[in-house]
């Protein structure tokens, strides 16, 4: 039972790094896809990076599989 409890938690780590990962990707490019070639300085305003409005359902995931993961250490600490 515990294996499972390994695995589980080790791909619910991977699965959300994963769409994290994913969903900056096909958001585009980060500098708002005009390429200006006086200055590599990105325009002023807010960057479309990174969000949590967004990325709450990777980060939901990747914490769920670390208790998974944390608990599983735990009972193998406790028992010896």
Known sequence: MMIIITWVGTILVIAGV?????QVLWR????????????????RG???????GREWPGLALI??????LLA????LFMSG
């Not at 994963?18 to 994913?22: D, E, K, L, M």
């Not at 914490?63 to 998974?68: D, E, N, P, V, Y």
């Open 18 to 22: 994963v769409y994290s990962a994913g």
């Open 28 to 43: 585009g490019p980060l500098s708002g896809g005009r390429r200006q070639a006086t200055t590599l300085e990105p325009p």
């Open 46 to 52: 807010r960057a479309r990076s990174l969000g949590l």
């Open 63 to 68: 914490g769920l599989g670390a208790i998974l």
């Open 72 to 75: 599983r250490a735990a009972v």
